[in-house]
């Protein structure tokens, strides 16, 4: 309908924008859409989903596509489409409601309102015919309109029974000591639920879950006869063998949906991309094992070459779809890749990946590893410092597989998946030295600060010199994060100025002394019946665990007290819900973990720039599974301007001395002697580690 151009045709949202041309008649979210409800009387269809979301399409082409359907929507509903990218606030919420009322949730999440907002209905995706023991979309229709009309009563009650239960899901203060028992419960529990044979958590479904294997490693140096290390290396080789990682282009897939990571849902997503690397370049710094690290910088690779701006801000995804369907980019048959490669180099990689003639995959092969012991023909390989090679064979298939009409793109870019990209941009940087990857980071984040500037404070996406408005809790703490990152790998102390400054930007805007909790929105949105706060970490941190890993190390770092005490305050109100579903925690474990176990706390004080990066190499030569690191690499410069030691007790009379650089590890605060060469430093760094048992 015109009205449905003219109003989606005005968003800034790929996902919005490709519903521009449906005949219905859709609404972005705002207040027009619920007066029309109100005027009218009738209820709302909210419809949410993302521009990757295979089935968000298929259901697009079924049903928002078909005229009858939406003549039937048009005459009885007023419908919102909603990206959940851009307000994951709006997605929180409903998502609660539609899993409260059905048991299960996911996307295209399809919910059925009140004029006033409140859900009494709701499902995910439904075809256009019943099928599978799903009713058809246009039943659902009219019986939700006939139970409107004609049961407004039992509406009500519905609705009000719903908002209830959003209002009560907020988790209470508690008084609980937290302790190393915790962690060993959710071990307990995480070993239960491990698939002993392929590795990760689920059956059939299983997503890649980086958080809870980040904090397995942890676990695993401080309990180093537990099985958790080998159960990250199990998950993590079978990860990098199977379908679920692109051997061709690079980059992860957004999960398995078989428990042998062979086929995947094909969308690729910068938050997988961003956080998959960081477990690969933590398992390699704790096993040496170096395929890891090859996966950690193929997969970044990818990012930098594939969902890069020319700004330096980083897409947030590529479709799972090519023309039509799912998966046809990624797949091949037997006889596509001997033309390519020739006949005796086909067949060699034919065997080596498992491929034949009638596929693994409606008749195509998904490129995997069959082979675990060994080494996947396509795996990219860290030649030295700046210099990532692939093979020959890749780069022919990539060439010929770049000829193919590709996957769309969703080119908004999310603070918050930017800012995770951008940090491990940097671990990489620190791990190889290649200063590339530092300043993709540094160019990406001072982007989003000259965004923030323009637009008067942080945002939450940014497309075509538009922003998408305010920023939400999430992409407050990962920046914090990312420029604590920057300033690891620069030892440049405006980064933790800045970080400092979005702290306290972000403790007004989200937290509550009244609760002492974070919310994950400013609250501003009147539209919406409750603030949303959702707690669980999924492949990404929850918004409140991601800030407060950011406020933790800053608490650390400047010695500030009430940080502090805000993070023990949260920790230990979810500290028995982390060990009963410890998979949905995995950002709070490491938090806990961090709090019960003494931190290495390290100071460099430099005045010459190169001299500082060699010490900062040496702490990233092995894994050291909690330390805090600042410096100051403008000693004499930033001494000229009054030092800015007032940042951090670490720097408090922390003299160069004899040379140009000094290096400290401390415990809370009480520094041992200063050292002044690379061979000392890298001694004291072993030694607090084998103190510290890990």
């Not at 009858?68 to 919102?80: G, L, T, Y």
């Not at 049961?151 to 609980?176: F, G, N, T, W, Y």
């Amino acid at each position: 309908m015109d009205g449905s151009k003219g109003r989606l045709a005005k968003e800034s949202s790929p996902y919005l924008l490709q519903h521009a041309f449906n005949p219905v008649d859709w609404f972005p979210w705002g207040h027009d859409a619920f007066t029309e409800a109100r005027q009218r009387n009738v209820p709302i269809i909210l419809s949410i989903g993302y521009s990757a979301c295979h089935w968000c399409h298929v259901m697009e082409r079924e049903s928002f596509e078909d005229q009858a359907i939406a003549e039937i929507m048009n005459k009885e509903f007023v419908s919102i489409k909603v990206d959940r990218e851009e307000r994951p606030d709006i997605d929180s919420v409903y998502m609660n409601a539609v899993q409260a009322m059905s048991g299960h949730g996911g996307w295209p999440l399809t919910v059925f309102l009140t004029p006033s907002g409140a859900p009494f209905f709701g499902g995910t995706y439904y075809p256009p015919v019943a099928r599978g023991g799903i009713p058809g979309f246009p039943e659902v229709l009219k019986a939700v309109a006939d139970g409107y009309k004609n049961r407004q009563d039992d509406v009500e009650k519905s609705s009000e029974h719903v908002l209830e239960h959003l209002k009560s899901q907020m988790p209470i203060e508690s008084d609980l000591e937290i302790s190393n028992d915790f962690m060993d419960m959710a071990f307990g529990n995480l070993m239960g639920s491990f698939d002993d044979h392929k590795g990760g958590f689920g059956n059939p479904i299983k997503f890649p879950q980086p958080l809870i294997l980040e904090w397995m490693l942890k676990f695993s140096a401080m309990n180093p006869k537990s099985q958790s290390l080998d159960m990250v290396q199990k998950t993590l080789n079978a990860m990098a063998n199977g379908g679920i990682y692109d051997h061709v282009g690079g980059g992860f897939h957004r999960y398995s949906t078989d428990r042998e990571w062979l086929v995947p849902h094909f969308e690729k997503m910068l938050y997988d991309n961003a956080l998959i690397p960081r477990v690969y370049l933590q398992a390699y710094l704790k096993t040496k094992n170096t395929d890891y690290l090859n996966v950690a910088l193929d997969t970044v690779e990818f990012v930098i070459t594939q969902l890069t701006s020319t700004e330096g801000l980083f897409f947030s995804s590529i479709d799972a779809d090519s023309e039509g369907e799912e998966g046809t980019y990624y797949t091949w048959s037997q006889e596509e890749l001997i033309s390519i490669l020739g006949e005796e180099e086909g067949h060699s990689i034919s065997t080596q990946t498992g491929m034949t003639r009638r596929g693994n995959f409606e008749g195509k092969n998904i490129i995997h590893n069959p082979h675990p012991g060994n080494k996947s023909p396509f795996l990219g390989t860290f030649v030295k410092k700046g210099l990532y090679e692939y093979p020959e064979s890749r780069i022919k298939l990539l060439d010929y597989r770049n000829e193919r009409p590709s996957p769309e793109k969703d080119d908004k870019c999310i603070v918050a998946w930017n800012c995770l990209m951008s940090a491990t941009l940097v671990d990489c940087y620190l791990v190889t030295g290649t200063e590339k990857y530092l300043n993709k980071a540094k160019q990406n984040i001072k982007a989003i600060l000259n965004i923030k500037d323009e637009f008067g404070s942080l945002f939450r996406s940014y497309k075509d010199g538009k922003c998408s408005g305010q920023g939400f809790l999430e992409d407050y703490g990962t920046l914090i994060m990312a420029c604590i990152k920057i300033h690891q790998a620069t030892l440049d102390l405006e980064w933790i100025r800045l970080a400092c400054c979005i702290a306290e930007e972000m403790k007004e805007f989200f937290w509550d002394p009244e609760e002492n909790r974070f919310y994950d929105s400013q609250g501003k949105d009147e539209l919406l019946l409750v603030r949303p706060r959702d707690i669980h970490d999924g492949v990404m941190p929850s918004p409140a665990s991601g800030a407060l890993e950011a406020l933790n190390v800053l608490s650390m770092l400047t010695d500030n007290k009430e940080y502090k005490d805000m993070v023990i305050c949260e920790v230990r109100g979810v500290c028995d819900l982390v060990t009963k579903n410890p998979v949905s925690f995995g950002k709070w474990l490491s938090l806990m973990t961090d709090l019960v176990t003494e931190t290495i706390e390290i100071a460099i004080v430099s005045d010459n720039k190169e001299e500082a990066r060699e010490f900062v190499n040496i702490i990233f030569e092995e894994y050291i599974p909690n330390f805090v690191l600042i410096g100051n690499c403008k000693y004499k410069e930033t001494e000229d301007r009054g030092n800015g030691w007032d940042l951090s007790p670490l720097l408090d009379d922390r003299p160069l001395g004899q040379g140009s650089i000094s290096g400290f590890l401390c415990r809370n605060y009480s520094c041992e002697l200063p050292v002044y060469s690379k061979a000392d430093f890298r001694e004291i760094v072993k030694l607090n580690k084998s103190m510290l048992g890990i």
